[in-house]
């Protein structure tokens, strides 16, 4: 294993903290959407926005980690990536910016304003657009097709590269991920303040959200099988047990959700995240973009990977032990708003 | 719209956007440390109102800022392919370490933001000062990065090919020390007038209470400070350009011929198809002596370089530069004016100099942006100085043109939005403050 393995690997972890964390939030913003008008789901609402709250829009700060590390350790590939996906992924921005924007001046808004209900529904499509089209985008690179060629999409691009059927089925497992990770957390927050009626609405939710996710992820694999050879090889070869790990993790949080165990659900939830993540990852290894662009082949010479391999060591001595303050202040403030 | 022009105006829309956001998580911690840290000296609550009001609006300050910054992380590699290839592999170090920086800076923000009246008085205080270093590092390590995009060094370019790559002496390139210098004092200096202005419209609407006088004694504390440091490292900096950007120097300066003992251009506009600087007006040998300390010495005019390297955008360069320094000798003028009438007058500044108080915090900061004009398009018509032609670094996919409009459109409303709710927070001394106060004023 090279140094460069090893820091796609760290690449791919933050991408994963992203699709778990940042993937919350947009499944919370879709929560948010699909909560009814009423009284109770007044409540819903003011429960997801009060746990988004402190975390807000910095778990973006995931996102721009991989992208920083992608552009730093891996250039060719970040340039690959930039010329094929301008599109998407300024669609994807778009809806980033609507949504942080929404919640921040919601938090700002009373009811008095009028403004608050567009502003709110803003909030909800726009957290579903993004892992909507990030999840096609994600499809579309797993089937390894795009050629890219000095700045140059040479094919696979355009539309192709996230306008299909098994690219709609990505996208939409990623919705429906997203959501079930949202909806587990926030039964096991609210269990674990003791308001056991929110609880039960968001374990129905999340229920609905896996049994998706598991369906929409059986479908994906079974397209991929004819529609995206490559990509099915490495589903089946090395990344099948994280594809095995994902549909056990999926089946443990419906088990867990039905037992009411809403702690164990919210790891379970995690793991199949995870899991797809890293299916997705292990099955295309070591190829980055399309078959060309790989590990190897993309790389920043050794002394900048060198360079950057200390930064980020240093950095993780910094940023864990600032972490775990961050978690020590929140447990006690939280403690003493229930005392 | 062309496709090269439309990536540009995107890329600088994103960044001037970002800017006014990023100049605020720079200067505003320090800004509410200070006056967190007089409230822990001299037990009075007003101070503690005005540093807890400053962090409401951080939160919102910083998530908008959080967000800009995504987009410009997205766009490097969206617009700029060509620049990501190269400048990723020699000077993405600092570009990690911002991340770090970033990191920490939002970590410690949610500590001191949900830490009011949870933490220690000193606990508390104490969590912000990561939250100032961080700013301060970020704006750090970005602008080093900017610096290297003027000064690049760290590799051999030998036919094409780069080689022997060093990521230290990249980050240490030659203009690294005056343009974080400045910037980082740019955007304490905007910071501090910034508050100042919103405490002076509170004064012109007669809230002449302790909280505003605070609020506004306290800019124009840092400002006294400030302004005088960021005119001599503006001048350093203005050093560095002459030395290794002689082609922006001659922009900046509006100097259209090669001379010994240059004179220094009041006017003097390089407008394409002339030959000499028009409206003008002379100061002999001037120039020559700020930018190399002798007032013989010889500077080099935009005339004598190749057209294929002059910048085409001299005239912008020109106005941009003369708007940043009108603009910093009109906040020195105003911070020695504050100071010299403050003791006459004991209800506080008069109208004239509050109105010229609120003018300045905008003023501030379209100074950091022109600032930044000067800069980017001085460079041009390079994105890396003397490696890569911008528009070589362009992607080649198509539609930048109304990928643009939809951006741009996003952007004007989430400003509007943004000044709406800014100016909502502004509205007063807390109400807690206000308690010994007619009520009736309240309503």
């Known amino acids: 294993m090279t140094l460069a393995d090893v820091l796609i690997a760290v690449i791919w972890s933050g991408l994963t903290a992203y699709a778990v964390l940042g993937g919350a939030d947009f499944g919370a913003g879709v929560l948010h959407l699909i909560s009814p008008t009423h009284l109770a789901g007044r409540h819903r609402q003011e429960s997801i926005t009060a746990a988004i709250g402190p975390a807000w829009e910095a778990n973006h700060v995931w996102l721009i980690f991989v992208l920083t590390g992608l552009l730093t350790m891996f250039p060719d590939a970040f340039a690959a990536l930039g010329s094929a996906v301008l599109a998407p992924a300024s669609l994807v921005l778009v809806a980033i910016v609507i949504r942080g924007a929404a919640l921040a001046f919601g938090g700002q808004l009373t009811v008095a304003d009028g403004l608050l209900r567009p502003v709110r529904v803003a909030f909800g499509l726009a ?76 374990r129905v939710h999340a229920m609905w959200a896996t049994a998706a996710t598991a369906t929409l992820a059986a479908i994906a694999l079974g397209l991929s099988s004819t529609d995206a050879p490559r990509l099915f090889s490495g589903l089946t070869g090395r990344g099948l047990p994280a594809v095995i790990g994902a549909f056990g993790a999926l089946a443990a949080t419906v088990a867990a959700l039905r037992l009411r165990r809403d702690r164990w659900a919210r790891g379970a939830a995690v793991l199949a995240m995870a899991g797809l993540v890293w299916g997705w990852g292990l099955a295309q290894f070591p190829r980055l973009v399309g078959p060309r662009v790989t590990v190897a082949s993309s790389a920043a010479p050794p002394a900048e990977l060198h360079a950057i391999a200390i930064a980020l060591g240093a950095g993780a001595l910094l940023l864990l032990p600032s972490l775990w303050l961050l978690h020590v202040a929140f447990r006690r403030a939280a403690a003493e708003v229930t005392r | 719209m062309g496709h090269l022009i439309a990536g540009r105006a995107q890329m600088g829309t994103s960044l001037a956007f970002h800017l006014s956001f990023a100049v605020f998580g720079v200067g505003l911690p320090l800004m509410m440390l200070i006056a967190e840290g007089m409230h822990l000296r001299s037990g009075d609550p007003t101070w503690r109102a005005l540093a807890r009001r400053w962090s409401k609006a951080f939160a919102i300050l910083f998530a908008v800022g959080a967000v800009s910054g995504t987009i410009i992380s997205f766009e490097l590699g969206l617009l700029w392919p060509g620049f990501s290839r190269i400048a990723g592999r020699i000077i993405g170090l600092p570009f990690s370490l911002e991340g770090f920086a970033f990191f920490l800076e939002a970590i410690f923000l949610g500590i001191y933001l949900y830490g009011w009246d949870r933490l220690s008085p000193r606990a508390h205080w104490l969590s912000g000062f990561p939250v100032a270093v961080s700013g301060i590092a970020s704006a750090f390590f970005i602008v080093t990065a900017n610096a290297w995009m003027n000064v690049p060094r760290g590799f051999t370019l030998r036919r094409g090919h780069i080689t022997h790559i060093d990521p230290v002496a990249a980050l240490f390139n030659p203009a690294w020390p005056t343009e974080t210098a400045h910037m980082v004092f740019g955007a304490l200096l905007a910071t501090a007038f910034g508050v100042t202005s919103v405490y002076a419209v509170g004064m012109l609407r007669g809230r002449r209470d302790d909280y505003h006088r605070r609020g506004l004694a306290l800019g124009m504390s840092a400002a006294a400070i400030l302004a005088p ?28 011929q090669t001379e010994h003992g240059a004179g220094l251009n009041l006017g003097g506009f390089p407008v394409p198809g002339h030959e000499h600087a028009i409206i003008n007006l002379r100061i002999p040998n001037v120039l020559s002596l700020l930018a190399y300390d002798d007032p013989h010495a010889t500077v080099r005019g935009l005339a004598t370089f190749p057209k294929a390297d002059q910048t085409p955008l001299a005239l912008p360069v020109r106005l941009s530069f003369l708007g940043m320094v009108g603009i910093g000798t009109f906040l020195i003028g105003l911070s020695v004016w504050y100071w010299l009438r403050r003791r006459r007058e004991v209800n ?63 952007y004007v409303v989430l400003s509007a939005m943004t000044v709406w709710l800014l100016r909502r927070l502004a509205t007063g001394a807390p109400t807690a403050l206000r308690a010994s106060r007619d009520l009736a004023v309240a309503a």
């Open chain 2, 229 to 256: 440091l960021q005119l001599a490292v503006g001048d350093l900096l203005g050093r560095t350009v002459a030395q290794n950007q002689p082609a922006k120097l001659a922009a900046i300066e509006g100097q259209f």
């Open chain 1, 127 to 202: 957290s579903a657009v993004a892992p909507l089209v990030m999840g096609a985008l994600a499809g579309g690179l797993a089937r390894q097709r795009v050629i890219v060629d000095s700045g140059h999409v040479r094919s696979g691009g355009g539309t192709a590269l996230w306008l299909g059927w098994f690219e709609l089925t990505t996208g939409l497992m990623a919705l429906a991920a997203c959501t079930t990770v949202a909806a587990v957390l926030l039964a096991a927050r609210s269990s674990g303040r003791g308001e056991e009626r929110l609880a039960r609405g968001f």
């Open chain 2, 348 to 410: 506080g500044p008069g109208r004239l100099t509050l109105l010229a108080l609120v003018a300045a915090g905008p003023l501030a900061f379209l100074a950091n942006e022109l600032g930044w004009m000067v800069t980017e398009f001085g460079r041009q018509p390079w994105v890396i100085y003397g490696i890569l032609r911008t528009d070589r670094a362009i992607t080649t996919a198509p539609g930048l043109g109304a990928i643009f409009a939809g951006f741009a459109l996003v």
